[in-house]
């Protein structure tokens, strides 16, 4: 072939000149303009080295003078400017390369003119001296402008740039530039192609011959061809079409035939689609083409279009998103078709075709229905039934429904971005037409009642649905009705199905989390076991159940609401009573009680964890917007009356369950506590009170801190103030059996306060105020007193007798008036006693012989000291003694606690025992002239009220009477008690 071709006619070589501009030119004429034109030609056997201008002196008219005429080219004149545009093409002939040199010489055409027309022109001094030079020259003489000489072997196939202008002289160095572009061709090939097919066709032929070869490289390599030719075959249709004298518009249309075609049988990347069609828009001109080409060029926009819109139409299986460049392709497609519709030469090759939007959404209409079918051939059963057809009805929801979503997500936003088309609201109306016919018809043939499996297929397909439903346009912003407006009434009477399936799941889940529950807790910080947290989830479960069911319809939503509240609440108690079995079946081969304890605070710890999760119910079921929707539609209360109070008596019931659970926890605790208590009085008197303390108080920090390990802070709270209130029940009990001996109630009462402090817990534990009760306070008030000595004892009960005297609001039985004052430097107690008023009439004459005993009390502070009397006054009920009597006594015995002046007044009976009036206490305390009281000054009178001694139940001479041995205790008791009785003989009758 080689040899054949070398045998051939040699070409003839041309250069292909274009003279494009020029910029910056020399100013030759008066106006400072040029009329500039340029000869340009080929100098053959010259060599130019070093791509010089050339080594011999430079001269003006190189072409005009060197260059024979025939070969001398010539633009036109582009008359007054410096920046002239030509745009000509001239061929240029030669024989070797390597000694031919192109020559371009720009020339200002000179006219001749009359010396008026120049000066007429004339604008400054450089014009005038202009002028003064066209005189001396000869008329009509050419200006030269400057030239570019360029070696031929110096040039590439093709060059496009500028080129400064030489000058002959130094005169004006700098000339300006000129745009040329070059082109190194050929004529005259002797091949048979060449003479029998256009040039155009051949090209054509070449790129598909090209083309094909490099996609047969490329699949011999197994990858993808990118769409771009070797260097090799660019630039032998660079060369060709060069030779041939291709324009670029033809080039750029054959490019567009040969890859359209091959497009719709090999996908690469559009750019060079684009390119092409970029090209032809650019250069497109209807006249320039011949008839085929014009059927040529109208067909394959007409093949291309009907190939991408095929393509468009099976989208989802041409472009998968399991492929990684699917969208881009996608897009890259899209673009093609919408930058080809745009083109002129479209719109006037192909009148009668379309808009592409439209074009492009019946083509997705179309090819949704037949995936829409595609799918549900895809998904017929091979069993026919209607349990069978549910299911696979199902699966194609959940595939449009997936469908739908690509197209929201990222197909939609392709074919938007690309041609503003909504492909997401095209395949919504379509496929939610043709899925509410079928799912209506598969509805309609399921008869009732259903099983629990239909029942559980249709409430997937209704969720189906609603998720469906959810991506479509609201009511507000949507034309028209939707075949899949109100759906949900088709599904109703499958909501007894499905409520009974919620349940009977959810309690087959809490009879299988209890059966499998070992009661451990499941750590340090979740102290209830692993079927609390079953619970929990299965309660999750039934309120997302309701939340997928949202019925729309409100009164029949408030009715099924009402059914989960109850059924939960059900599940809840049922829990209870599960768990409590299951402790008492673990339980009951363990011979440990404290593992047994463990076990409860587990049972007690789960169903407080119910609780939390039961009184959430509200905020899950979302009760709040129940409410808003119900309105006033239900009748006033019934709302509480239901949902709340169904509520709280599930509640109400845990609480229930928990304080029982915590009650027997406490009463295991008591016994252990009631034990200890009872042997803490039997120890022996040689143990200190706070060493026989130590076992009880070691006992309860054992047993506190485990509950308070295994129970929720809640539920331990509730046991220790239960255990609080057992152990002062305890102590009272223990401390009324020991009140005879001090050292017992010694230690009961060091026991009362560790205990104290134990609950307390530094504040961990109960606080003050649910310590401190009124049991509490009693028993430390007895374990106080019967601690004490007989002789404290007594000190107290004057005390109690002076704090009774001063809460004494009666005037029933009269007072009596007094002024006492201590002489410190005498030691001596100064009584004056004034009066007494108001006495009872004792005798039947209805008076009475009134006098008055003075003792100083206690008698063991005031040993030497003998009582005092008054003198007796006869049938007066208010006598007036006016009597002095000092006792001589130390001022300390008269500050001890209790220390007071005992005033008895009694009425004297010749025949028997005198009669009690009463008795008034006056505190030696609170006496003027003791130090720490009062200064001795005016002494004041004091009034004080009479009272009687309590009959019975002093709780201080209950104790006393107590201590058989204790002769001073008896007879203080004793002496008392027949004062009770004389004032019980007498006591005040209502009215007198």
């Known amino acids: 072939m080689l040899q054949r071709v070398q045998e051939l006619e040699k070409p003839i070589f041309c250069l292909k000149a274009t003279v494009k501009q020029a910029k910056g030119i020399l100013g030759k004429d008066v106006s400072g303009f040029s009329d500039p034109y340029c000869l340009l030609g080929i100098e053959q056997g010259v060599g130019v080295p070093g791509g010089s201008p050339g080594a011999r002196r430079r001269q003006k008219a190189v072409v005009k003078h060197t260059i024979p005429e025939e070969q001398t080219h010539r633009t036109r004149v582009v008359t007054q400017t410096l920046n002239p545009v030509w745009d000509e093409t001239f061929i240029l002939e030669f024989k070797d390369i390597s000694s031919a040199s192109f020559h371009l010489d720009m020339w200002d055409m000179d006219t001749v003119e009359s010396v008026r027309q120049k000066l007429g022109e004339l604008t400054d001094l450089h014009g005038l001296r202009r002028i003064l030079k066209e005189v001396r020259k000869d008329k009509g003489q050419d200006d030269f402008l400057g030239n570019v000489v360029l070696r031929l072997q110096d040039l590439r196939c093709q060059e496009d740039q500028w080129y400064p202008l030489e000058p002959c002289t130094e005169t004006y160095p700098d000339r300006g530039q000129c745009h040329l572009q070059f082109q190194l061709i050929h004529k005259r ?57 291709l324009s670029d518009f033809h080039r750029s249309m054959a490019q567009w035939l040969a890859y359209s075609r091959l497009y719709q049988n090999l996908e690469f990347p559009s750019s060079c689609l684009l390119h092409a069609i970029t090209s032809i828009e650019y250069q497109w001109i209807q006249g320039r083409l011949k008839a085929e080409q014009m059927e040529e060029l109208a067909a394959s926009f007409s093949s291309l279009l009907a190939y991408g819109l095929s393509l468009i139409r099976k989208f989802r299986s041409v472009f998968p998103l399991s492929v990684p460049d699917s969208p881009a392709r996608l897009q890259a497609l899209l673009r093609v078709l919408a930058q080809m519709c745009k083109m002129k030469a479209f719109g006037e090759l192909c009148p009668s075709s379309q808009p592409l939007p439209r074009l492009v959404t019946e083509a997705l209409r179309t090819g949704t229905v037949e995936w829409f079918h595609v799918k549900q051939q895809h998904h017929q059963p091979m069993v026919q039934g209607l349990l069978e057809a549910g299911k696979a009805l199902l699966n194609l929801v959940q595939d449009v429904i997936g469908d739908l979503r690509q197209c929201q997500l990222t197909w939609g936003k392709i074919f938007h971005n690309v041609l503003k088309i909504d492909l997401f609201s095209t395949a ?135 059914k989960f509240v109850e059924d939960t609440c059900r599940l809840a108690l049922v ?52 409410e808003q929707r119900v309105g006033t539609m239900l009748e006033q209360g019934q709302l509480q009356n239901t949902l709340h109070a169904q509520l709280q008596g599930a509640l109400a019931g845990l609480g229930h369950e928990i304080r029982t659970g915590v009650r027997t926890l406490a009463e295991q605790l008591e016994v252990g506590i009631a034990k200890h208590i009872q042997k803490l009085v039997g120890v022996r008197e040689s143990v200190l009170p706070e060493d026989a303390i130590l076992p009880l108080m070691k006992f309860l920090e054992v047993e506190l801190c485990y509950m308070n390990t295994n129970l929720v802070q809640e539920n331990f709270s509730s046991l220790l103030t239960l255990l609080w209130t057992h152990t002062l029940t305890v102590l009272a009990e223990v401390a009324a059996s020991q009140r005879s001996s001090p050292l017992a109630s010694s230690r009961l009462r060091t026991a009362l306060q560790n205990l104290e402090i134990c609950f307390h817990a530094e504040g961990c534990g109960l606080p003050p105020e649910a310590l401190h009760t009124a049991t509490f306070q009693a028993l430390q008030r007895d374990l106080l007193l019967q601690a004490a000595s007989s002789r404290e004892l007594i000190q107290q009960y004057f005390c109690s007798r002076v704090r009774q005297q001063a809460e004494t609001t009666s005037e029933g039985l009269g007072a009596v008036t007094v002024k006492a004052s201590y002489r410190a ?55 007036l003694f006016d009597e002095t009597f000092e006792f001589l006594v130390p001022a300390e015995p008269c500050q001890t606690e209790g220390a007071c002046l005992l005033l008895t007044v009694l009425d004297h009976d010749r025949l028997g025992t005198d009669d009690l009036e009463g008795e008034a206490f006056l505190p030696l305390r609170s006496v003027p002239g003791l130090p720490g009281s009062e200064e001795l000054g005016e002494v004041p009178q004091t009034r004080l009220p009479l009272t009687y001694p309590a009959p019975n139940g002093d709780p201080i001479l209950q104790l006393l009477e107590s201590r058989k041995g204790d002769r001073e205790a008896q007879g203080f008791v004793r002496l008392r008690r027949q004062r009770a009785k004389q004032a019980s003989q007498h006591a005040l009758q209502p009215g007198r």
Not at 221 to 231: F, K, Q
């Open 189 to 245: 090939r002797a091949t048979t192609a060449s003479r029998s097919q256009p040039s155009y066709t051949v090209h054509l032929h070449l790129l598909q011959q090209l083309m094909s070869h490099e996609v047969t490289q490329h699949q011999t390599g197994s990858t993808s061809w990118d769409g771009s030719l070797s260097p090799q075959a660019t630039t032998v249709l660079f060369l060709h079409a060069t030779q041939k004298d």
């Open 428 to 562: 919504f109306l379509e496929l939610q037409w043709l899925v509410a016919k079928r799912v209506q018809d598969h509805v309609v043939a399921v008869e009732c009642p259903m099983s629990l499996e239909m029942g559980e297929s249709l409430f997937q397909l209704y969720v189906s649905l609603k998720e469906l439903c959810l991506l479509g346009p609201v009511p507000s912003e949507r034309d028209g009705v939707l075949a899949l407006d109100g759906f949900h009434r088709w599904f109703q009477p499958a909501i007894p199905s499905w409520l009974q399936k919620t349940y009977s799941v959810a309690l087959a889940r809490v009879q299988r989390a209890v059966q499998m529950d070992k009661l451990v807790p499941l750590g340090e910080l979740t102290k209830h076991s692993t079927s609390a947290v079953d619970l929990s989830t299965c309660f999750a479960q039934i309120s997302h159940t309701a939340r997928q069911l949202d019925w729309p319809d409100v009164e029949e939503a408030f009715m099924i609401t009402v």
């Open 575 to 626: 829990y209870c009573s599960l768990i409590k079995a299951r402790a008492r079946e673990l339980s009951a081969g363990q011979k440990d009680q404290g593992q047994a304890a463990n076990m409860l605070c587990v049972v007690v710890n789960d169903m407080e964890q119910l609780r939390l999760v039961i009184g959430k119910l509200p905020t899950q079921l979302a009760w709040e917007a129940l």
């Open 825 to 879: 430097s005498e030691q001596k107690l100064r009584v004056e006693l004034l009066s007494a008023s108001n006495l009872l009439p004792l005798d039947s004459n209805g008076t009475s012989d009134p006098f008055v005993q003075l003792t100083l009390e206690p008698r063991h502070v005031f040993p030497e000291l003998a009582p005092r009397e008054t003198q007796k006054h006869k049938k007066d009920l208010h006598p």
